[in-house]
């Protein structure tokens, strides 16, 4: 993808990590000082609230309330369509919270939730959020940091990237809800993986922190650049990616904005259960 087809979808927020679309078809994204944003159509960030602190992943449900995963108070918040703010969960007792990173429903209302831990301590692991906020520890077999996940199309499957093993990996979603063995989809060795975003198609893109590119993954795990940006200019840190209709878009971690550019090929659309 020549970097020229990227055009700004917003620009203005502060220093943006996760981004969603919505059921309303919005664009959701997170700033590092808590700020949760909504763009409008003109591309303008409208901030619905704030956390106070450091927002990574953010999703939405469907009444449009934001599931932002926040670093500040290692926990995920909600916060409502009129921007009240209120704490989900801190995780277990037993496993609390501390890197929370991103987050992913399913049919059901069940939330998926990343924690990456300490980087370069390898003891990342899964929550599980049910509807009623009872938490409990999903899996601990994709511990290399894990970051952005997404449910595959079945929904028979939690796909988690892995920022230090540098890979996708595929955890089977059992029918009593249990976490299977998790298999290697895609290795992306040499760069940084991050988030990650599914076409209808069944193709993986996933954004990396570093270098700063954007992965375009057959659904048979073949990994090829499909954005890559040398000067950090455009591409900056692309930490999270998301599907707005027919065009990606890529959150700028290291700067103010978001960028987009077309795919030739519609987003999976995401699940908006009602809670």
């Known amino acids: 993808m020549n970097l020229e087809a990227f055009e700004t979808l917003a620009t203005g927020l502060d220093h943006p990590e996760g981004v969603a679309v919505g059921p309303d078809g919005r664009v959701y994204a997170g700033g590092e000082a808590g700020q949760v944003y909504r ?32 670093f500040g108070s290692a926990s995920v918040m909600r916060i409502s369509a009129a921007g009240e703010v209120s704490t989900l969960s801190m995780g277990t007792q037993e496993r609390p919270m501390r890197v929370p990173n991103f987050a992913a429903f399913d049919d059901a209302g069940n939330l998926y939730v990343t924690d990456s831990g300490p980087w370069g301590e390898d003891d990342g692991l899964v929550y599980r959020i049910a509807p009623d906020g009872t938490t409990a520890v ?39 809800g249990s976490a299977g063995a998790p298999e290697l989809i895609a290795d992306l060795t040499g760069s940084q ?3 990650i975003a599914l076409a209808q198609d069944g193709r993986m893109f996933v954004g990396c922190y570093r270098p700063d590119r954007v992965f375009e993954i057959s659904p048979e795990g073949n990994a090829d650049v499909w954005a890559e940006d040398a000067d950090g200019v455009v591409l900056n840190q692309p930490a999270n990616v998301a599907f707005l209709d027919d065009r990606l878009v890529v959150s700028s971690l290291g700067g103010w904005s978001l960028m987009a550019a077309p795919v030739g ?11």
């Open 193 to 195: 993986p991050d988030g």
């Open 265 to 275: 090929m519609r987003g999976l659309p995401l699940r908006y259960p009602s809670l």
């Open 39 to 70: 763009i409008a159509d003109d591309g303008t960030p409208e901030e619905l609230a704030s956390t106070g602190g450091f927002l990574f992943g953010v999703t939405l449900d469907g009444e449009k309330n934001v599931y932002a995963c926040d």
């Open 138 to 176: 999903w899996t601990e077999r994709t511990p290399r940091f894990p970051n952005g996940c997404c449910l595959t199309a079945a929904g028979d499957a939690l796909l988690v990237v892995e920022s230090r093993g540098r890979a996708v990996m595929r955890v089977p979603i059992a029918d009593d």
